[in-house]
């Protein structure tokens, strides 16, 4: 039988904690021999898209080249689990037409004020002094109308206990 591959999209803001839970959601699919691989928006950022700045139309160019890439590691039989912070309707409804059925999207939902106080990166700091100018994008929150997609709040360590629950959905 064929093991049926997502691409697992976590979003959120910057200190939601979306690296981190993308870990431990490839360390637990790979513990259960199911292949996976992890592409990080930081280290994107470093190298297929390095070339891009923060505009907004560089943004959906940075999403739509890590959607075309976890599309091709999907379809060589690759979980893929993905962590950006896709703020915006658009990047996501691009990310959601690249990747159509492989996608389950996952929205990290930490409070701006909780990220702020990790700011694990400084950017809120920065930001704060006046040496970013559009850090702080409002969050478009997800909607679950939409179709081929399964928005999910996640709080915590929410990804442990949902290991059950995406190896069954994999396997079915």
């Excluded at 390095?50 to 959906?60: K, Q, T, W």
Aim: with cysteine; aromatic share 6%.
């Amino acid at each position: 039988m064929k093991t049926l591959t997502k691409v697992f999209w976590l979003f959120g803001r910057s200190g939601a904690g979306k690296a981190t839970l993308a870990l431990l959601l490839r360390d637990g699919l790979a513990n259960r021999s199911i292949p996976v691989i992890c592409l990080d928006g930081d280290e994107m950022r470093s190298a297929p898209c390095s070339d891009l700045g923060f505009r907004p139309e560089a943004r959906l160019e940075n999403h739509r080249r890590i959607a075309h890439i976890a599309r091709l590691q999907a379809d060589q039989d690759f979980n893929v689990v993905v962590s950006t912070m896709a703020p915006e309707y658009a990047q996501r409804d691009l990310v959601t037409r690249v990747l159509g059925d492989k996608l389950v999207c996952l929205h990290i939902d930490a409070p701006l004020e909780v990220c702020m106080t990790r700011d694990p990166k400084g950017i809120y700091k920065r930001a704060q002094a006046g040496e970013l100018k559009r850090l702080i994008i409002p969050l478009m929150l997800p909607v679950r109308t939409r179709a081929e997609t399964a928005w999910t709040r996640c709080r915590g360590m929410w990804m442990t206990a949902a290991m059950p629950f995406l190896h069954w959905r994999l396997a079915s």
